[in-house]
């Protein structure tokens, strides 16, 4: 069975940073398209970020590029979000996710929150203006 656990979200100031944390289990995330998405108050889950493939691949929002960095250790089998000149408009509950299978040669991380299976339980990010 898989499960995430996410971690480090917090208050932080504009133009602060934080790294969030997601530990993976039942799943590699060396062989697994891993990605972040967030939701806003009243507003839809979007897309942040993902990494997949062996050679850690990556894709971003627009919003975010620059800004924000994906990783992962997979000794740890864990999936990081550094956060770094934070913004208002970050505020949000950033879950982690896995889709259902896994990665395979040619295969492109999907950006919609349909082609993703398996969902942490979130961790407040609150940036302060």
């Known amino acids: 069975q898989v499960h995430l656990v996410e971690s480090g979200g917090g208050l932080v100031q504009t133009g602060g940073s934080l790294r969030l944390s997601c530990a993976a289990s039942g799943r590699a995330v060396s062989t697994s398209v891993m990605a972040w998405f967030r939701q806003a108050p009243g507003a839809e889950r979007e897309f942040v970020a993902s990494i997949y493939g062996i050679s850690s691949n990556t894709r971003y929002r627009d919003s975010v590029k620059g800004r924000f960095t994906i990783s992962r250790d997979n000794a740890k089998n864990i999936v990081y979000l550094q956060m770094n000149t934070l913004k208002f408009d970050d505020t949000a509950v950033y879950y982690c996710?896995?889709?259902?299978?896994?990665?395979?040669?040619?295969?492109?991380?999907?950006?919609?929150?349909?082609?993703?299976?398996?969902w942490g339980q979130g961790t407040q990010v609150t940036v302060s203006s």
């Open positions: 996710a896995t889709e259902r299978g896994g990665w395979f040669p040619g295969k492109i991380a999907a950006m919609n929150e349909d082609d993703y299976s398996y």
